[in-house]
T-cell receptor, first 111, second 113 residues
């Protein structure tokens, strides 16, 4: 499968724990995006990388969230001190320009 | 910032009927408008897109129209089939920068056999 992949697909964690998600984009895509999606809503932008540079972050992104894309390949999204409100689907997307192709997402449940 | 409104939130049709989903946007600088289909538990899938220099685009049973003056664009699905049942999202993006799309809230399309 040469599409965008994400790991893990599901994560259940207790409130206050840290979690880290991984995204592997389509190899030739230099742009990588993270989104959060809750039930009944469209994807909500979190942050964006062009190659290894993080160029934009949503104003809504708490400082408990951090993302990296070392070497411009895979990316990780870490959430520290998780809260119940962080429960959502976390989607990664990659693209060469304005087209974006989504991964299957990581569903986070914070208990 | 950009604001995208999408209607209806739910659309129920009989197999073989046409379905139309409408979106409006607020930022006149937006110039790229993708549509995504998301089946239950699956990833959003890009199904068609249109750029601001084009008024209409077709791909088999789906088509998208764009009215830049009125700032609205629509998805048209003809001869609907049960496998078209899914949530459809529109989005508006400003090209030439970070290409960050603003998504609508989605339309749940139900096609009854």
């Amino acid at each position: 499968d040469t599409g965008v992949s994400q790991d893990p697909r599901h994560k259940i964690t207790k409130r206050g724990q840290n979690v880290t998600f991984r995204c592997d984009p389509i190899s030739e895509h230099n742009r990588l995006y993270w989104y959060r999606q809750t039930l009944g809503q469209g994807p909500e932008f979190l942050t964006y990388f062009q190659n290894e540079a993080q160029l934009e972050k949503s104003r809504l992104l708490s400082d408990r969230f951090s993302a990296e894309r070392p070497k411009g390949s895979f990316s990780t999204l870490e959430i520290q001190r998780t809260e119940q409100g962080d429960s959502a689907m976390y989607l990664c997307a990659s693209g060469p320009m304005d087209e974006q192709y989504f991964g299957p997402g990581t569903r986070l449940t914070v208990t | 910032g950009e604001n995208v409104e999408q209607h209806p939130s739910t659309l129920s049709v009989q197999e073989g009927d046409s379905a139309v989903i409408k979106c409006t946007y607020s930022d006149s600088a937006s110039n790229y408008f993708p549509w995504y289909k998301q089946e239950l538990g699956k990833r959003p899938q890009l199904i068609i897109d249109i750029r601001s220099n084009v008024g209409e685009k077709k791909d088999q049973r789906i088509a998208v129209t764009l009215n830049k003056t009125a700032k609205h664009f629509s998805l048209h699905i003809t001869e609907t089939q049960p496998e078209d049942s899914a949530v459809y999202f529109c989005a508006a993006t400003t090209s030439g920068g970070s290409y960050i799309p603003t998504f609508g809230r989605g339309t749940s399309l139900i096609v009854h056999p």
